[in-house]
């Protein structure tokens, strides 16, 4: 892989194969902590990174072996990523670190802002799924601290909308253990539900989106 960071934003670093087709990438930063600590506690935290093809070892080798190097020459002697370390990433990042720690999440905060917003932008990429799966029949009704709301087939697309229900198939903690990969719908959901749901919530490692300092 080729990894290059010309014309991205800061912080951004992506692999290329070698047609030049952007095939990974991560993203780093400085970690904010609400509380102040002293300048040797500061690290650099890999908050993103994704990689797609059949050379998932070779793009996170590529990847962080070029980061390393970076902070290496900058003095920095910490990073710290904040995603599952699972064994492709544990065979990228062993040979160039010294020690490495583990630390589990066992919670976490998310607040929902709006009562559909947050499903409705999260429609085009289920519809994708859903169609791809051959459309199974179902709908699936989940409760926010607004109300309940509905995301069903409406034709031949997903359409979310408000629902007056005191009955739901999600609570708000469930449709969120779905969306990061914290459970799967057997899990969550009777039988006959399960088709549908796992068309729209696709299986990955359990993920999150770290934010501190707010």
């Known amino acids: 892989c080729k990894v290059?960071?010309?014309s991205l934003p800061e912080g951004i670093t992506v692999a290329e194969n070698a047609e030049g087709t952007v095939v990974g990438y991560l993203r780093r930063g400085h970690f904010n902590s609400a509380i102040a600590y002293d300048?040797?506690?500061v690290e650099v935290?890999?908050?993103e990174y994704a990689a797609e093809g059949s050379d998932a070892a070779g793009i996170a080798q590529a990847l962080y072996s070029h980061v390393a190097h970076e902070l290496k020459t900058a003095g920095v002697s910490r990073l710290r990523l904040g995603m599952l370390l699972d064994n492709v990433l544990e065979s990228a990042v062993s040979p160039l670190l010294e020690t490495i720690e583990t630390a589990e999440?066992?919670?976490g905060m998310f607040r929902v802002l709006h009562r559909t917003n947050l499903l409705k932008s999260l429609t085009f990429g289920m519809n994708e799924r859903w169609v791809q799966a051959g459309r199974p029949?179902?709908?699936?009704t989940i409760q926010t601290p607004y109300g309940a709301v509905r995301i069903a087939p409406a034709g031949s697309f997903l359409q979310v909308t408000e629902i007056e229900s005191k009955e739901n198939d999600l609570t708000?903690?469930?449709f969120l253990g779905l969306l990061f990969g914290a459970y799967t719908?057997?899990?969550v959901l009777p039988s006959p539900l399960i088709p549908f749901a796992e068309a729209l919530f696709e299986r990955?490692?359990?993920c999150f989106w770290g934010a501190d300092g707010f």
């Open 172 to 174: 708000q903690s469930q």
């Open 137 to 140: 029949e179902g709908a699936l």
């Open 105 to 107: 999440a066992r919670y």
């Open 4 to 6: 290059s960071t010309e």
């Open 204 to 206: 990955h490692y359990p």
């Open 39 to 41: 300048e040797q506690e």
């Open 185 to 187: 719908p057997p899990q």
């Open 45 to 47: 935290r890999i908050t």
